[in-house]
């Protein structure tokens, strides 16, 4: 258990450091515009595990989380100026009560209304948005970046080594909580949550502290978004394709572990980010759908299902 | 304060609006409310039927809703083999269905979608046929003779399925299934071919219920977000599988939208049936004439 903890931090500092590195030494600026998709996809789909994977509790408002953390950003830059730091932290924080009011909001529904439900708080703050005409409206809003820390030749790359810590902090969260009796309880109650509560897991809390992780992680990573395309608009913010690409990623990763959703954002952020260059982005949401039928289908446990089987598979041929 | 002719005229238009939702809302309450799937896919089908009645309407002029009927056989079918694989690969194995099986819908929803984009672009279409574009003016009020033919159409569609599912020997055993299967299991019947062509039937209906939303309205390919508010407001405030329900509920959706349409403006249109379906959920989830708790 030690030692697999201390494999896991050297892990981080060294991908924090590559990260580092690569923003110092790479001048091209092409890598690091698609590298901070993918690493924000995988803050995104690490987060969405915790409720969804962990708890089986299938989030659709994914882009309501990420829509919120954009628009705390642009508020904030519009009405104080606040620096990046700032705003990720308020975003984390608007996201924890986002997190809770949906919790409490949503605390009977299980199964298909739960999901319906997240969708519906999607687009009922969506559309309160583009009626709020300070931040921009329908028509959305240009934000100007502020001079970049000295740290860093440009913009881009410090978000991209900001979206990298966000990956941290968000896998460190993922896997403590997976590791310690918090995931046992959510996975209890996933299994058969009348049991769990039977049983004298407290189903009620736990269900509301992984509401409220997951929502807190979500709105921070949408925050340096408004900084990253220096524009928002609530349809692309709150685009429902959010949503559905996050939960394609997690459950192709698979949910059992978070390194699940991680491989899942990688393969799927890869092969979007190629095809969107390469073909278009109708293909891309065909791709994604396509994905996403065929591994519920055929591999209901995604890759990490995969994997465990081949192991199991070959343990199974040598005795 | 708005004037009250006003507010009749909103009131009028709702109802007539609020039928046409019963229509495109009753495969759903079939499928999500008697079968227990949860048809996500259901609006993103309903656009799919709206774009065959475009195609047939557009290459061969033929009248939009008779180009419904003509495209229901299809459509059946499609439901017949939709179950199939739906209960092969989830209803089947048990457990967990229920994450993936939604997960699944929403995939297949998307890929609709985006072939039907790569088919027919991202802009609007419209039919044409005699009766689109006209108004009947009653007193101090005009109500496009669309909304009517979408009002009477869908209405007779209601009754019929209404009707179907309480008189005839199949619909009393679909709803049998869906109160208690092992019961009717005992007597000797095959559940799952029952749900199927239940499942068939609210797909069929999805013709017609394509034809009236193309009538109304121009469709593009991304409506189906729209509509999957809509539909799950009007089938789960209806009340799961109560066709009664389902009418009911959809006028009242369709006289609040038309309020707040013309008092409000429609920049809030597309949250009124989300809110609603919200509030539904959270307040009454077994909502006005339930089967179940």
Request: hydrophobic share 45%; aromatic share 6%.
């Given at each position: 258990m030690r030692r697999n903890g201390i494999v896991f931090w050297s892990g981080a500092a060294l991908f924090l450091a590559a990260i580092f590195v690569a923003t110092q030494v790479v001048s091209n600026q092409y890598p690091f515009f698609a590298g901070y998709v993918i690493l924000q996809f995988i803050v995104l789909s690490v987060a969405w595990s915790i409720l969804g994977g962990y708890a089986g509790y299938v989030n659709f408002g994914t882009s309501a989380f990420f829509g919120v953390g954009v628009y705390t950003a642009v508020f904030l830059v519009k009405a104080t100026g606040a620096p990046l730091g700032v705003q990720i932290a308020a975003a984390a924080m608007v996201g924890a009560l986002l997190g809770l009011a949906v919790g409490l909001l949503t605390l009977r529904m299980q199964g298909i209304f739960f999901s319906i439900a997240t969708i519906a708080i999607s687009i009922v703050i969506e559309t309160s948005v583009t009626n709020w005409r300070y931040v921009g409206g329908a028509a959305g809003i240009q934000i100007e970046r502020p001079p970049v820390m000295e740290l860093f030749n440009n913009y881009v790359q410090m978000l991209f080594f900001v979206q990298a810590l966000l990956v941290v902090l968000t896998v460190a969260i993922a896997r403590y909580i997976q590791k310690s009796w918090i995931g046992r309880g959510l996975q209890a109650l996933r299994d058969d949550e009348l049991a769990a509560e039977c049983t004298g897991v407290p189903t009620l809390r736990l269900k509301l502290l992984a509401c409220v992780v997951s929502g807190a992680l979500m709105c921070a990573t949408g925050a340096p978004a408004a900084m990253y395309v220096q524009y928002a608009d609530p349809s692309s913010a709150f685009n429902l394709n959010y949503s559905v690409t996050v939960l394609a990623m997690a459950l192709i990763g698979g949910t059992a572990h978070w390194i699940g959703p991680v491989i899942g954002a990688i393969l799927l952020g890869v092969t979007q980010q190629l095809l969107a260059v390469t073909i278009s982005s109708e293909v891309n949401v065909l791709v994604l759908g396509v994905m996403l039928v065929l591994f519920v289908v055929?591999?209901?446990?995604?890759i990490l299902g995969l994997v465990r089987r081949a192991g199991r598979y070959r343990a199974g041929g040598e005795t | 304060m708005i004037s009250m002719d006003l507010l009749l005229n909103a009131v009028v238009i709702g109802v007539l609006l609020g039928c046409f939702y019963a229509a495109v809302s009753l495969g759903l309450s079939v499928?999500?409310?008697?079968?227990?799937?949860?048809?996500?896919a259901h609006p993103a089908f309903l656009i799919l039927a709206s774009y065959g009645v475009f195609f047939l309407n557009d290459s061969y002029d033929i009248d939009p809703l008779l180009a419904g009927l003509l495209i229901t056989p299809l459509l059946f079918v499609f439901g017949l083999v939709a179950y199939r694989v739906y209960y092969e690969t989830f209803e089947k194995r048990g457990s967990d269905a229920g994450v993936r099986g939604i997960a699944f819908l929403f995939g297949i929803a998307f890929i609709v979608e985006v072939l039907i984009i790569l088919q027919f672009g991202v802009d609007q279409r419209s039919v044409s046929a005699s009766y689109i574009g006209k108004a009947w003016q009653i007193g101090d009020m005009r109500i496009p003779v669309r909304l009517i033919i979408a009002f009477a159409v869908a209405s007779a569609l209601t009754i019929l399925l209404a009707l179907y599912l309480s008189r005839t020997f199949m619909g009393r055993a679909i709803r049998a299934v869906a109160q208690d299967q092992e019961a009717l299991q005992l007597m000797g019947a095959n559940p799952v071919k029952i749900k199927q062509w239940a499942f068939g039937i609210s797909t069929a209906v999805l013709g017609i219920a394509g034809a009236l939303l193309i009538i109304v309205s121009p469709v593009d390919p991304t409506l189906d977000r729209a509509y999957i508010g809509r539909t799950f407001c009007v089938v789960v405030m209806g009340g799961l599988g109560s066709m009664t329900g389902t009418l009911i509920a959809a006028i009242i959706l369709g006289v609040a939208e038309s309020i707040v349409l013309s008092t409000v403006g429609a920049s809030w249109a597309p949250a009124i049936s989300f809110a609603m379906l919200l509030g539904v959920l959270a307040v009454r989830p077994q909502g006005l004439l339930g089967r179940r708790s």
């Open positions: 055929a591999a209901p446990e995604g | 499928s999500f409310g008697l079968l227990d799937v949860p048809q996500v």
